[in-house]
């Protein structure tokens, strides 16, 4: 096991990264002294794999536990299902000192730190993340939500976790498309601050296809303390820091909304956004042109799409789907660039024609 650091100091945590933590569940939870009373929170398809095994670790440690499961998917991010929650904390009783544990990906951390956030003003939580995705990125940080008709996670709240469990065993059960999923953002750690960690994808992609458990705890390990250092820098994202996490999103955001959300899953959707931002970073940055075809390999290599054709109108649509990005930035499109691979700089100016250069060059990837 490695366990990560994330210093934000009162509101300071730990992230444990390694295999069989969920069945030391209720040992770690004691050590944060909180209630005995607890809800875990998880969704249908995580629930019948690993809430027993969490509910008898937390018995084992004295702590009394109840279950709410909600359906799987991006939808349970709702207003509706945040209601739901509400009226089943307030039938099991959760009080004060009692604690909330999302058991799943990100959908589940981000509906269930929303109502901890929320309820009684505010509720302890703790992050098992069980999807790649969850474990490099959205368990750690403090950014809850949910989604609203006009727009994904346009309600939320900061509301840090007081421990995230990062159980490799997990991702057994992953499907392969999530799983290559949440390569896409364990890839952009490597392009946006850590040259030596693209470098050992690079050699290593076979063994983390195989979701070999010794590589896999290195590289979430590092994927989380290089989350950890962005956020304890720009915790409210006040300094431009953490946006540097969002190389590869302006198109890949763009390319999820114009497809209705369905078509893509994130994380494929920004691997193509992230070879965007490549050639971008090499036309318009220092970014030399074969680190640039590097980005491109390494994402090909971990099975995700790299290119997209777009109809004319589609493609109207992607441009408008980032302008009204542009209107949110003052009036300019804004990119993450890469000035080197391991080296990122955010606020960078694209005018619509390059954006334009850089689809014809996508549409000609297979
Ligand atoms: N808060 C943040 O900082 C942040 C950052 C990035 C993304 N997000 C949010 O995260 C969400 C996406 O998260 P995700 O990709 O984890 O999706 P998800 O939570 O929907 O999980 C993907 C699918 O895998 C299933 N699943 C989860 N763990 C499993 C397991 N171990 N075995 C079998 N099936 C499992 C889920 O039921 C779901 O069907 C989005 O809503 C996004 O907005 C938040
Ligand atoms: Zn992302």
Redesign the pocket.
């Known amino acids: 096991m490695r366990t990560v650091p994330v210093s934000l100091g009162e509101r300071s945590y730990v992230v444990h990264v390694g295999s069989g933590l969920i069945s030391r569940l209720g040992d770690h939870c004691r050590r944060l002294k909180l209630g005995e009373r607890c809800v875990i929170v998880t969704?249908?398809?995580?629930g019948p794999?690993?809430a027993d095994a969490a509910v008898r670790s937390l018995k084992m440690s004295g702590f009394v536990s109840s279950l709410v499961t909600v359906p799987?998917?991006?939808t349970s991010?709702s207003l509706k299902v945040v209601g739901e929650c509400y009226e089943q904390f307030a039938m099991k009783r959760l009080e004060r000192k009692s604690f909330v544990i999302a058991l799943?990906?990100?959908?589940?951390?981000?509906l269930a730190?929303f109502v901890a956030a929320t309820y009684l003003r505010g509720l302890p939580f703790v992050q098992v993340?069980?999807?790649?995705?969850?474990q490099v990125?959205?368990?750690?940080?403090?950014?809850?939500?949910i989604?609203l008709k006009a727009g994904?996670?346009l309600v939320g709240a900061f509301h840090q976790p007081k421990m995230v469990l990062c159980d490799l065993d997990?991702?057994?059960?992953?499907?392969e498309r999530?799983y290559r999923?949440?390569l896409a953002?364990i890839i952009k750690y490597g392009i946006i601050r850590d040259a030596e960690l693209f470098k050992r994808l690079e050699k290593e992609m076979d063994k983390l296809l195989q979701r070999d458990v010794t590589t896999l705890t290195a590289v979430v390990s590092r994927c989380c303390a290089i989350k950890a250092e962005i956020v304890a820098e720009d915790e409210f994202e006040t300094k431009g820091l953490r946006a540097l996490l969002n190389f590869g999103h302006t198109i890949g955001h763009a390319l999820e909304a114009i497809s209705g959300y369905d078509e893509y899953?994130?994380?494929e959707a920004i691997s193509i956004g992230q070879v965007a931002a490549a050639r971008l970073s090499a036309k318009l940055s220092t970014l030399p042109e074969k680190d640039a075809l590097r980005i491109q390999e390494l994402l090909a290599k971990a099975g995700l799409p790299v290119g997209v054709k777009l109809t004319p109108k589609k493609r109207e649509a992607l441009q408008e789907a980032m302008r009204s990005d542009k209107k949110v930035s003052g009036g300019e499109l804004r990119f993450v660039l890469a000035e080197s691979i391991g080296q990122a700089v955010s606020g960078q100016r694209v005018t619509d024609a390059e954006v334009t250069g850089v689809l014809n060059y996508l549409a000609e990837l297979p």
């Open positions: 969704d249908a398809n995580v794999h690993f799987a998917g991006e991010k799943g990906g990100g959908v589940v951390g981000d730190g993340a069980t999807t790649l995705l969850a990125d959205s368990s750690v940080g403090g950014k809850v939500g989604n994904k996670n997990t991702l057994t059960t992953l499907p999530e999923s949440g953002e899953l994130h994380g």
